[in-house]
C-alpha cells in the first residue's frame, strides 16, 4: 500500500499564525465549519483535458505560454495552510490546498519590468484583479486539491486561483488565465463595487 501522507512543501499562510481562532477572525467577520459555496452565474462544465483547455500566462510578459491541465498537475506541488474570508462574512479557517505556486508560473512568462498589476480570467467571462506583488507571495497557488481531494466544481475545479491573504472573492474559481499589466483594472465583482485591493484586516470591502 502507498503512503498518503504528504511529502509536498507545505507553507502557512502568515494571517493563520496570529493566535488564537478569535485573534485569526478579521473584523465583522463571523466563523463557520462548512464551507459555503459563492459565486454568480452557473457551475460550469469544465474537461481539463479536452484539447481546448489551456491555462495561459499572457499580457507584459517576454514568454507569454500555455499549459494543458495534465502538464500543470505534473508540476511540483506544494501544500498551503490558510483560512478563508468572504466579504459576505463568513471565514474558514484551517484549510489545506494543494497546487503550483502562482509565483513559479508568473516568472517562467518573464513579467516585463512595467507589470504591476494581473487581472485573473475564468471560464464564463469572470475576471478578477490583483496587484501583481500579491499574487506572487508564497502562499499563493492555483490550486486543484482541497484537504487532499480534487476540488469540486462548486468550489472551482479543475483548477482556481488562491490568494489567502484577501478576501475570497480574489481567489478565482475555475481559472484559465493570468494577465500580466502595467495598469489595475476592476475585474467582475470590482466593477460592481468590490475594492481594488480586499485586505480583510482593513476591511477593504467596497469602494475604491
Ligand atoms: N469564477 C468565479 N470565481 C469566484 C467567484 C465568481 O463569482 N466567479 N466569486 C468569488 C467569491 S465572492 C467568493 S466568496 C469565492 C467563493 O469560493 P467558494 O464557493 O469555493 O467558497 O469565490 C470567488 N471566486
Ligand atoms: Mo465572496
Not at 511540483?76 to 494543494?98: G, K
Not at 480570467?121 to 475576471?127: I, N, Q, R, V
Amino acid at each position: 500500500m502507498s503512503e498518503s501522507r504528504s511529502t509536498r512543501p507545505q507553507i502557512i499562510s502568515p494571517d493563520t499564525l496570529r493566535g488564537s481562532a478569535d485573534d485569526r477572525t478579521p473584523p465583522e467577520q463571523v466563523l463557520t465549519s462548512k464551507w459555503p459555496v459563492l459565486h454568480h452565474g452557473k457551475v460550469p462544465t469544465v474537461d481539463p483535458y479536452s484539447p481546448d483547455w489551456r491555462l495561459k500566462i499572457f499580457g507584459l510578459v517576454e514568454a507569454p505560454y500555455e499549459l494543458t491541465y495534465a502538464e500543470l498537475r505534473a508540476m511540483p506541488a506544494i501544500d498551503v495552510v490558510c483560512d478563508m474570508h468572504c466579504v459576505t462574512h463568513w471565514s474558514r479557517l484551517n484549510n489545506v490546498f494543494t497546487g503550483v505556486p502562482t509565483r513559479t508560473l508568473i516568472e517562467r512568462a518573464k513579467p516585463r519590468p512595467e507589470s504591476r498589476f494581473v487581472m485573473c480570467h475564468s471560464e464564463a467571462g469572470f475576471t478578477t484583479n490583483l496587484p501583481l506583488q500579491e499574487i506572487v507571495t508564497e502562499d499563493c497557488i492555483l490550486a486543484y486539491q482541497w484537504e487532499g481531494q480534487d476540488l469540486s466544481p462548486e468550489h472551482g475545479g479543475p483548477l482556481r486561483g488562491l490568494v489567502p491573504r484577501l478576501y475570497l472573492w480574489k481567489s478565482a474559481k475555475w481559472i484559465r488565465g493570468i494577465e500580466l499589466r502595467a495598469t489595475d483594472a476592476p475585474g467582475f465583482w470590482e466593477q460592481s463595487g468590490y475594492h481594488m485591493h480586499g485586505d480583510p484586516w482593513k476591511e477593504e470591502r467596497f469602494g475604491w
